[in-house]
């Protein structure tokens, strides 16, 4: 409602001795003066600019004969003040202008500007007046006066010998004797025959307020009873008084009244403030609610405040303010919902956490419409280390100016339809819907304002949609539009505003006239004629229909109250408005889907219907009257009402009436009356119905019942006119905000599958809720309630203690508003399973489903539910409990629903818990039935605390084994720790939740980090020919290593250690080499070891061909073709085929020749399938063409004679990796000038066709290196026909004649290759050239005899001259696919990426293996 706005301001009064600092400050009736008293001074002061006017100074001799002045009281027409003193005199004062037409501030504008020119009221709006202060009577009463009080023409006096003095303004008593309280009858209502009288002598009042609408006054006695005082009949004498008073209050201090509300607040000495309405029918008091604080949100403050010093509602009657004895400032809603107070937070403790002195306050005062309060404080006790002059400052007198901002509903209650929160301050507007535009433009940051362009507007289509639901939860940032200067200089205070329903226009009405501003153009519209914006006077609020504005006023000029609307297109100007007279003041306007609703001040309520109209290029809209109802009989006092609106809601909800269309008419008028919601629905019990169907064109409306009260204590109310069938219980239903009581929806119940409704059961019922945010708008569809909040920042620490003074920055935390959000859902949900509507409630939750929120909505029920009864001290007759957990299993999300309650809630509570869902057992177990791990694994958390180490290992186990199934490396990870805590006895602390990333792993090829590969000598200080590679075995390091390196002797470590290798076994079984790698690489698994020990068991391959085909598909790599264009190959030349086998045979003689992997030499693919027999590969023609020249004479010499075409460009085209990146840029120069033939072109994209994905080549080179260093030399053999490299081949065969190799094994390889061979021939003959090429190594194979050889076999042999040398030029020519250098992969584990997801799908998994590239190159 009101919102602490910034640091209060600080007004210096005129320095003086501490006896002269004001202590009282009282307001004029419009709130435009503010009178201050110090002991024997009177000042006037102006409200906007805030300025000293004048000051009154009692001389020396009179004071002493008056005393100190007391109180202060304005005359209503604010001609005069009445002052009291401490001996009992009433003086009055004159208050005249001083110098005519002079003025004692004026602005001063440069020449010419617009300002200058005469506006009428001009100077009154700008200027602060010269007054002058006369005393003009003395009045001695001869007791001392305890209270002032201005009654319509008279002054009320109240002395504390127990009389009543009525005085006329004028400074007599019209011989009117005064009243002896003594003589007054007080009971405890009107009806009692004649009432006790006060029976004791020194009785009298000492606080007292007059309430023009109860027509009485409410008093608080020197003992503490308070009571309220009404005249019987007209007459105000002795005889005609009469008193009620409640029992139950004996420690008043004071009191104020709310007019609006007919609410009287009685501060008490206990600190609570007690507010009290009176009974319609029998006169007595009843207690309405209590303000108190509380001891659940102020601890150690809630009983110390003191007793209450003063009370305040604001102008518009809507917030009150309490300040007590001890200090402290507490804001209120009307029916109790607390905004603010001071004593807790930033305000009562310093950023160091010491506690701050609270604010004492003598007297406050509010300003023009709210925006600010007048406070003269009473600080406490300086403190002493500063120096003299400081504390002269200190002491200087000042008045506190604390500014607010509110929300329109305060003063604008037909903005209760909308789904905005619009807040409006002394100059500016805060509006929550500024940010649609994000949502379309994500580069735009959150503090950017809107800019869509016209066309793309985000409101366009589906504006009357609810915003969607990023806009709404978005940022707590408001979209801030300042108020046109222009217009705020001549018609301050903002006194209404409104936006439109697309939220892309607002609409403020000051003192005169209005302008509207477009938030799309940012522009504001005033009136081009001022004279015309002078000559109104919006009285009733004003409201947006599509694009016009629809407003009440008063016509200066014509003395006549008018129903105005202007299109917000054109120019703002009278003429293009269209004006309908009214007979009375319009006090309040709402405007509902095509009608306008106007209460007026003679108590009726006129229907208006609204239509555009077109004539020409003019637009206007039309205005008739359509029905008029008048509410005199039930409305005591016109000022009473607090909004009216026209709804669609009505008792029956549509499905019973005759014509369901008439559902969505306007079905009642809903009127606030003073806090009482009241209905009045259309009549349908009489034959209208008919008519109405004989003859459509005449509108013939149906008359209203009678008024039904539907809620009391009501501060809001917000309907909607759209209309949802998935959602007809949120829209068809109408919500109330309420104060303390929190809020309360009247709900429509629905019988399911339309059936025809129970007769015995009610249509609608009325659920009560609580939310913590005071709300200010309902989104419907979105099952939310958004609302703002004061948010404080402390800055007293930019100040030292000793610096120049107490600033309010060091005194005061500054104050935003922020933007909040609430959830009311599952409050509903709970409220309609209390009451056994479990049907209802499903209907309901089923139509929100789709929300995002709707997890958490079960999530919140199921907890409060649980909390509330499980730590109930007294038995529970009927829980609630197992309700809503069957309610919960109704909907897919009940595992994890229950699951993140018992995660959240603490373990005492868990017993109770799954006594009512079902056995945590059973959970996990339908989880895992379900596929859902992440799940399974937080219910395995509460299986350790609650069974037995034995059962959460076998249900660890399940979960450990399922996760290893599906790839979920994450939980896998998680699970290992798990199995070792419950192994190594710590089950004790829950291990820590799996959704938790890793984040050690950084890179897809963890086993870099337990097996580095290094260089034994650095590559810059040797010559490159000269290297040779160790295979050095380190430690393991990171989370997943520890397994090795601690207690690796634990039998839990062997449980883990058997579960993984059987998990290994079955991947290769299967030929997953894809995911065995992937396994190895996330889980740190030592894959090589474990290769060594399975070399004849699990790692042997037992049918080659099936191998062979797995990993084509597994990989995606394509089957070898062959095109039909190769039989026409230049390579199919007979004299080129002894260069292809002399090449070969010397990549035999040197079989680490071509194993890039452990020779850094660049990698690229080679692939002889169209040039059948010959295979140089590439860094044989790249290093020939650019290194030595013997090599050049070897091997180029022959081919680049007599023919056109260079095998060397054709070979570097084909095989170096930047082709396959489409780079067709960097072939080597020395070969750039040549051209290709069209065949040779065509045998490039063949060769290109037949090759994976690059990423899949890095993996499979990976396995390969792996599986050669394990010796599976058959695994080697499979992976080298895939690659269509012969030197792979070669090597392995050169490794199996020097080494002890498994004779079983060289047969299994030697039988595997006969059967892919024949398995070639007849399905798939594109292997046969390569099988041709490796033919004599075949036949090697088979003369091999079974020798022993040396060990090291496995250790590679120290290269030694070999007629290659690695390139300077190889990064240039970026023949190369390698990324990284070996010595960089040595530098650890942390350059690999971990995976993110826990769900991997196998495109992610493929992509990931892929990712930490093997290959290597020496820099």
Not at 604 to 611: N, V
Not at 1306 to 1315: P, R, V, Y
């Given at each position: 409602?009101?919102f602490l706005s910034?640091?209060?301001?600080r007004?210096?009064?005129?320095p003086?001795?501490?006896a002269?600092?004001?202590?009282?400050?009282q307001?004029?009736?419009q709130?435009?003066?503010?009178?201050?008293?110090?002991?024997?001074?009177?000042?006037?002061?102006y409200?906007?600019?805030?300025?000293?006017?004048?000051t009154?100074?009692?001389?020396?001799?009179?004071s002493?004969?008056f005393?100190s002045y007391?109180?202060?009281?304005?005359?209503?027409?604010?001609t005069m003040?009445?002052?009291?003193?401490?001996n009992?005199?009433?003086?009055f004062?004159h208050i005249?202008?001083s110098?005519?037409d002079?003025?004692?501030?004026e602005?001063?504008?440069?020449?010419?500007?617009?300002q200058?020119?005469?506006?009428?009221?001009?100077?009154?709006?700008?200027?602060a007046?010269?007054l002058?202060?006369?005393?003009?009577?003395?009045?001695?009463?001869?007791a001392?006066i305890?209270s002032?009080?201005?009654?319509?023409?008279?002054?009320?006096?109240?002395?504390?010998?127990?009389?009543l003095?009525l005085?006329?303004?004028?400074g007599?008593t019209n011989?009117?004797?005064?009243i002896n309280?003594?003589?007054v009858p007080f009971?405890?209502?009107?009806?009692s025959?004649?009432g006790?009288?006060?029976?004791?002598?020194?009785v009298h009042?000492r606080?007292?307020?007059y309430c023009?609408?109860?027509?009485?006054f409410?008093?608080v006695?020197?003992?503490?009873?308070?009571?309220?005082?009404?005249?019987?009949?007209s007459r105000?004498?002795?005889?005609?008084?009469?008193?009620v008073?409640?029992q139950d209050?004996?420690?008043?201090?004071?009191?104020?009244?709310?007019?609006?509300?007919?609410?009287?607040a009685f501060?008490?000495?206990?600190?609570?403030?007690?507010?009290y309405?009176?009974d319609?029918?029998?006169g007595?008091?009843?207690?309405s609610?209590k303000?108190?604080?509380?001891?659940?949100?102020?601890?150690?403050?809630?009983?110390k405040t003191?007793a209450v010093?003063?009370?305040?509602?604001?102008p518009d009657?809507?917030v009150?303010?309490?300040t007590w004895e001890?200090?402290g400032l507490?804001?209120?809603?009307?029916f109790g919902?607390?905004?603010l107070?001071t004593?807790?937070?930033d305000?009562?403790?310093?950023?160091?956490?010491?506690k701050?002195?609270?604010?004492k306050i003598?007297?406050?005062?509010?300003?023009?419409?709210g925006?600010?309060?007048?406070?003269?404080?009473g600080?406490?006790?300086?403190?002493?280390d500063?120096?003299?002059?400081?504390?002269?400052?200190?002491?200087?007198?000042?008045?506190?100016?604390?500014?607010?901002?509110?929300?329109?509903l305060?003063?604008n209650?037909?903005?209760?339809?909308?789904?905005?929160?619009?807040l409006?301050?002394e100059?500016?507007?805060?509006?929550?819907?500024g940010?649609?535009?994000?949502?379309q433009n994500?580069?735009?940051?959150?503090?950017?304002?809107?800019?869509?362009?016209?066309?793309k507007?985000?409101?366009?289509?589906?504006?009357f949609?609810?915003q969607?639901?990023?806009?709404?939860?978005?940022?707590?940032?408001?979209?801030v539009?300042q108020i046109s200067?222009?217009y705020?200089?001549s018609?301050w205070p903002?006194r209404?505003s409104?936006i439109?329903?697309l939220?892309q226009n607002?609409?403020?009405?000051?003192?005169?006239?209005f302008?509207?501003?477009s938030?799309?153009t940012?522009k504001?519209?005033?009136f081009g004629?001022i004279?015309?914006?002078?000559?109104m006077?919006v009285?009733g609020?004003?409201?947006?229909?599509?694009?016009?504005?629809?407003l009440a006023?008063y016509?200066?000029?014509?003395r006549?109250e008018?129903?105005?609307?202007?299109l917000?297109t054109s120019n703002?100007?009278?003429a293009?408005?269209?004006?309908?007279?009214?007979?009375?003041?319009t006090?309040?306007l709402s405007?509902?889907?095509d009608m306008?609703?106007?209460f007026?001040a003679d108590?009726s309520i006129c229907?208006?219907?609204?239509?555009?109209?077109s004539?020409?290029s003019?637009?206007?809209?039309?205005?008739?009257?359509?029905?008029?109802?008048?509410?005199?009989?039930y409305?005591p006092?016109p000022?009473?009402?607090?909004?009216?609106t026209l709804?669609?809601?009505?008792t029956e909800?549509?499905?019973?009436?005759?014509m369901p269309?008439?559902?969505?008419?306007?079905?009642s008028i809903?009127?606030?009356?003073?806090?009482?919601l009241i209905?009045?629905?259309r009549?349908?019990?009489?034959?209208?119905?008919?008519?109405?169907?004989?003859?459509?064109?005449?509108?013939?409306?149906?008359?209203f019942?009678?008024?039904v009260?539907?809620?009391?204590?009501?501060e809001?109310?917000?309907?909607?006119?759209?209309?949802?069938?998935q959602k007809?219980?949120l829209l068809?239903a109408?919500?109330?905000?309420?104060?303390?009581?929190?809020?309360?929806v009247?709900?429509?119940l629905?019988?399911r599958?339309?059936r025809?409704?129970h007769?015995f059961?009610?249509?609608r019922?009325m659920l009560?809720?609580?939310?913590?945010?005071?709300?200010?708008?309902?989104l419907?569809?979105d099952?939310?309630?958004?609302?703002a909040v004061?948010?404080?920042l402390?800055y007293?620490?930019?100040?030292?203690?000793?610096?120049?003074?107490?600033?309010?920055?060091v005194l005061?935390?500054?104050?935003?508003?922020?933007?909040?959000?609430?959830i009311?859902?599952h409050?509903?949900l709970?409220?309609?399973l209390?009451?056994?509507l479990?049907?209802?409630?499903?209907?309901?939750?089923q139509?929100?489903?789709?929300?995002?929120y709707?997890p958490?909505?079960?999530?919140?029920?199921l907890?409060e539910?649980?909390?509330?009864?499980?730590?109930?001290?007294e038995p529970?007759?009927d829980?609630?409990l197992?309700t809503v957990?069957?309610?919960i299993?109704?909907?897919?999300?009940f595992?994890?629903?229950?699951?993140?309650?018992?995660?959240?809630?603490e373990?005492?509570?868990w017993n109770?818990?799954?006594?009512?869902?079902?056995?945590?057992k059973?959970l996990?177990?339908?989880c895992l039935?379900?596929?859902d791990?992440?799940?399974?694994a937080?219910?395995?958390?509460?299986?350790?605390?609650?069974e037995v180490?034995?059962?959460s290992?076998q249900?660890?186990?399940?979960l450990f084994?399922?996760?290893?199934e599906?790839g979920?490396?994450d939980?896998c990870?998680?699970?290992?720790?798990?199995?070792k805590?419950i192994?190594?006895g710590?089950s004790?602390?829950p291990?820590?939740t799996?959704?938790a990333?890793?984040?050690?792993s950084?890179?897809?090829f963890?086993?870099?980090?337990?097996?580095?590969?290094?260089?034994?000598?650095?590559?810059?200080?040797?010559p490159p020919?000269k290297f040779s590679l160790?295979?050095?075995?380190?430690?393991?390091?990171?989370p997943?290593?520890?397994?090795?390196s601690?207690?690796?002797?634990?039998a839990?470590?062997?449980?883990i250690?058997?579960?993984?290798w059987r998990?290994?076994?079955?991947l290769l079984?299967?030929?997953?080499?894809?995911d065995l790698?992937?396994?190895?690489?996330?889980l740190g698994?030592?894959l090589?070891s474990?290769?060594c020990?399975?070399r004849?068991?699990?790692?042997?391959?037992?049918?080659?061909?099936?191998?062979l085909?797995r990993?084509?598909?597994d990989?995606?790599?394509?089957?070898p073709?062959?095109p039909a264009?190769?039989i026409?190959?230049?390579f199919k030349?007979g004299?080129y085929?002894?260069?292809g086998e002399?090449?070969?045979?010397?990549?035999?003689?040197n079989?680490?020749?071509?194993?890039?992997?452990?020779?850094?030499?660049?990698n690229?693919?080679?692939?002889?399938?169209?040039?059948?027999?010959?295979?140089?590969?590439?860094?044989e023609?790249?290093?020939a063409?650019s290194h030595?020249?013997q090599m050049?004479d070897?091997?180029?010499?022959?081919?680049?004679k007599?023919?056109?075409c260079?095998?060397?460009?054709?070979t570097?085209?084909?095989e170096?990796?930047?082709m396959v990146d489409?780079?067709?840029t960097?072939?080597?120069?020395n070969?750039?000038?040549l051209?290709?033939?069209?065949?040779?072109?065509?045998?490039?994209?063949m060769?290109?066709?037949?090759k994976?994905?690059?990423k899949s080549?890095?993996?499979?080179?990976y396995?390969?290196?792996i599986?050669m260093?394990?010796?599976?030399?058959?695994?080697?053999?499979v992976?080298?026909?895939?690659?269509?490299?012969s030197s792979?081949i070669s090597?392995?065969?050169t490794i199996s004649?020097?080494?002890?190799?498994d004779?079983e094994?060289?047969q299994?390889?030697?039988t595997?290759?006969h059967?892919?061979?024949r398995?070639?021939?007849?399905d798939?003959?594109?292997?046969?050239p390569?099988l041709?090429i490796i033919?004599?190594?075949?036949?090697?194979?088979?003369?091999i005899?079974?020798?022993q050889?040396?060990?090291?076999a496995?250790?590679?042999?120290?290269?030694?001259?070999t007629?290659?040398?690695?390139s300077p030029?190889?990064e240039?020519?970026?023949?190369s696919s390698?990324?990284?250098s070996?010595?960089q992969?040595e530098?650890?584990g942390?350059?690999?990426v971990?995976r993110?997801?826990?769900d991997?799908?196998?495109?992610?998994?493929?992509?990931?293996?892929?990712?930490?590239?093997y290959?290597?190159?020496v820099?």
């Amino acid at each position: 409602m009101y919102f602490l706005s910034g640091w209060p301001k600080r007004l210096l009064c005129a320095p003086g001795s501490p006896a002269e600092a004001p202590f009282h400050i009282q307001s004029d009736p419009q709130r435009a003066f503010f009178a201050v008293l110090a002991p024997a001074r009177l000042s006037i002061w102006y409200s906007r600019p805030s300025v000293l006017i004048v000051t009154y100074k009692e001389p020396a001799k009179s004071s002493t004969q008056f005393g100190s002045y007391k109180q202060t009281e304005w005359r209503p027409d604010s001609t005069m003040i009445a002052v009291s003193t401490a001996n009992g005199y009433i003086l009055f004062f004159h208050i005249i202008s001083s110098r005519g037409d002079k003025y004692l501030y004026e602005p001063v504008y440069p020449k010419g500007s617009p300002q200058m020119k005469g506006m009428p009221h001009f100077k009154e709006e700008q200027c602060a007046p010269a007054l002058n202060l006369e005393m003009s009577k003395i009045l001695d009463l001869q007791a001392p006066i305890m209270s002032l009080q201005s009654v319509l023409e008279d002054l009320l006096v109240a002395t504390s010998d127990g009389f009543l003095h009525l005085i006329h303004w004028e400074g007599m008593t019209n011989g009117r004797k005064a009243i002896n309280l003594c003589t007054v009858p007080f009971s405890v209502d009107l009806q009692s025959s004649r009432g006790s009288f006060l029976g004791f002598t020194d009785v009298h009042i000492r606080d007292m307020e007059y309430c023009a609408t109860l027509d009485g006054f409410a008093v608080v006695f020197n003992d503490g009873k308070v009571g309220f005082i009404t005249p019987v009949s007209s007459r105000f004498t002795a005889e005609q008084l009469h008193g009620v008073w409640p029992q139950d209050v004996v420690d008043g201090t004071c009191v104020a009244i709310n007019n609006k509300y007919r609410l009287m607040a009685f501060g008490c000495a206990s600190g609570s403030v007690q507010v009290y309405t009176i009974d319609n029918t029998t006169g007595a008091m009843l207690l309405s609610h209590k303000l108190e604080l509380t001891a659940k949100q102020y601890p150690d403050i809630w009983n110390k405040t003191g007793a209450v010093k003063l009370i305040r509602w604001s102008p518009d009657n809507s917030v009150v303010i309490v300040t007590w004895e001890y200090g402290g400032l507490s804001l209120w809603s009307v029916f109790g919902a607390q905004l603010l107070c001071t004593l807790g937070g930033d305000f009562a403790y310093r950023s160091d956490g010491t506690k701050k002195d609270p604010l004492k306050i003598n007297s406050m005062s509010w300003g023009a419409e709210g925006y600010h309060l007048w406070v003269i404080s009473g600080f406490t006790s300086q403190p002493t280390d500063i120096d003299a002059d400081i504390r002269n400052i200190i002491k200087q007198p000042s008045i506190l100016l604390f500014q607010f901002i509110k929300s329109v509903l305060t003063v604008n209650p037909c903005m209760s339809n909308q789904e905005q929160v619009l807040l409006q301050g002394e100059d500016r507007l805060y509006l929550n819907c500024g940010e649609a535009s994000q949502a379309q433009n994500p580069k735009s940051s959150s503090h950017s304002q809107l800019k869509p362009s016209r066309e793309k507007s985000p409101f366009t289509d589906g504006g009357f949609e609810s915003q969607g639901l990023s806009t709404l939860l978005g940022h707590r940032h408001w979209h801030v539009v300042q108020i046109s200067s222009t217009y705020l200089e001549s018609n301050w205070p903002i006194r209404f505003s409104a936006i439109d329903k697309l939220g892309q226009n607002i609409a403020v009405v000051g003192k005169f006239g209005f302008a509207h501003y477009s938030l799309l153009t940012k522009k504001w519209k005033l009136f081009g004629n001022i004279t015309q914006e002078q000559n109104m006077i919006v009285t009733g609020g004003l409201a947006w229909w599509n694009d016009f504005m629809v407003l009440a006023c008063y016509n200066i000029s014509d003395r006549q109250e008018e129903l105005r609307v202007y299109l917000r297109t054109s120019n703002l100007d009278n003429a293009f408005a269209h004006v309908t007279k009214a007979q009375a003041e319009t006090l309040l306007l709402s405007v509902f889907r095509d009608m306008v609703i106007v209460f007026r001040a003679d108590c009726s309520i006129c229907l208006y219907s609204i239509e555009r109209k077109s004539d020409g290029s003019n637009t206007t809209a039309g205005i008739q009257v359509l029905q008029e109802v008048s509410m005199s009989r039930y409305i005591p006092h016109p000022f009473l009402v607090v909004s009216v609106t026209l709804t669609s809601v009505s008792t029956e909800n549509g499905i019973t009436l005759k014509m369901p269309q008439q559902a969505r008419d306007a079905e009642s008028i809903m009127l606030n009356l003073a806090g009482q919601l009241i209905m009045m629905q259309r009549d349908r019990s009489g034959p209208q119905i008919r008519e109405k169907d004989s003859n459509p064109n005449q509108r013939k409306l149906l008359p209203f019942c009678p008024p039904v009260v539907l809620a009391q204590s009501v501060e809001n109310v917000w309907t909607t006119c759209r209309a949802n069938k998935q959602k007809r219980h949120l829209l068809e239903a109408l919500w109330l905000s309420c104060g303390g009581a929190g809020m309360k929806v009247w709900l429509p119940l629905f019988p399911r599958d339309h059936r025809k409704p129970h007769s015995f059961l009610s249509q609608r019922i009325m659920l009560p809720f609580h939310i913590n945010i005071y709300p200010l708008a309902v989104l419907f569809e979105d099952a939310l309630v958004l609302g703002a909040v004061n948010d404080t920042l402390l800055y007293d620490s930019l100040y030292t203690r000793n610096s120049a003074r107490e600033h309010l920055e060091v005194l005061f935390p500054f104050c935003v508003v922020e933007r909040t959000s609430q959830i009311y859902l599952h409050h509903i949900l709970r409220q309609l399973l209390v009451r056994n509507l479990g049907e209802q409630a499903l209907l309901l939750a089923q139509s929100c489903a789709a929300l995002p929120y709707f997890p958490h909505v079960l999530e919140l029920m199921l907890h409060e539910v649980l909390e509330e009864e499980a730590t109930s001290r007294e038995p529970i007759p009927d829980p609630l409990l197992p309700t809503v957990a069957k309610f919960i299993t109704e909907f897919p999300l009940f595992l994890q629903t229950v699951v993140h309650c018992a995660r959240k809630t603490e373990y005492a509570l868990w017993n109770y818990l799954f006594a009512a869902v079902g056995n945590p057992k059973d959970l996990f177990e339908e989880c895992l039935m379900a596929q859902d791990l992440d799940t399974a694994a937080s219910y395995l958390i509460i299986l350790q605390n609650m069974e037995v180490p034995a059962v959460s290992r076998q249900h660890a186990t399940l979960l450990f084994n399922t996760a290893l199934e599906q790839g979920k490396w994450d939980l896998c990870r998680h699970m290992i720790r798990f199995l070792k805590a419950i192994g190594s006895g710590d089950s004790e602390t829950p291990p820590s939740t799996p959704t938790a990333q890793e984040p050690s792993s950084s890179g897809g090829f963890e086993f870099f980090r337990n097996r580095s590969i290094s260089l034994s000598q650095s590559a810059e200080n040797v010559p490159p020919s000269k290297f040779s590679l160790q295979k050095t075995l380190s430690m393991p390091s990171g989370p997943s290593g520890k397994r090795w390196s601690k207690d690796s002797d634990c039998a839990e470590n062997m449980y883990i250690d058997m579960m993984l290798w059987r998990h290994a076994r079955r991947l290769l079984e299967d030929v997953r080499l894809k995911d065995l790698g992937c396994f190895a690489a996330q889980l740190g698994f030592e894959l090589i070891s474990w290769l060594c020990k399975e070399r004849t068991r699990a790692a042997r391959v037992d049918n080659f061909v099936i191998a062979l085909k797995r990993l084509h598909k597994d990989f995606l790599w394509p089957l070898p073709i062959i095109p039909a264009s190769s039989i026409n190959s230049p390579f199919k030349n007979g004299k080129y085929r002894t260069v292809g086998e002399q090449l070969l045979k010397s990549q035999a003689a040197n079989p680490f020749l071509s194993l890039e992997i452990d020779t850094g030499i660049s990698n690229i693919q080679r692939s002889q399938s169209w040039f059948s027999n010959i295979g140089p590969t590439h860094h044989e023609t790249d290093t020939a063409s650019s290194h030595g020249p013997q090599m050049q004479d070897a091997f180029l010499s022959p081919l680049s004679k007599g023919d056109e075409c260079s095998i060397g460009s054709a070979t570097d085209l084909t095989e170096s990796s930047s082709m396959v990146d489409g780079d067709w840029t960097m072939v080597d120069e020395n070969f750039s000038t040549l051209s290709l033939t069209q065949s040779e072109l065509e045998h490039i994209s063949m060769e290109l066709a037949s090759k994976g994905p690059h990423k899949s080549q890095v993996q499979l080179r990976y396995l390969l290196h792996i599986f050669m260093e394990a010796g599976c030399l058959d695994w080697c053999i499979v992976i080298g026909l895939i690659l269509r490299e012969s030197s792979i081949i070669s090597q392995v065969l050169t490794i199996s004649q020097s080494s002890e190799v498994d004779g079983e094994m060289l047969q299994n390889i030697k039988t595997g290759l006969h059967a892919v061979d024949r398995w070639a021939s007849t399905d798939c003959p594109g292997y046969k050239p390569f099988l041709n090429i490796i033919k004599p190594q075949l036949q090697k194979l088979s003369e091999i005899t079974e020798e022993q050889v040396q060990p090291d076999a496995f250790q590679p042999a120290a290269m030694g001259k070999t007629s290659e040398q690695t390139s300077p030029r190889a990064e240039e020519n970026r023949g190369s696919s390698c990324h990284g250098s070996i010595a960089q992969i040595e530098a650890g584990g942390n350059s690999v990426v971990s995976r993110k997801e826990e769900d991997i799908t196998s495109g992610d998994e493929e992509e990931h293996f892929q990712d930490g590239t093997y290959d290597c190159s020496v820099s």
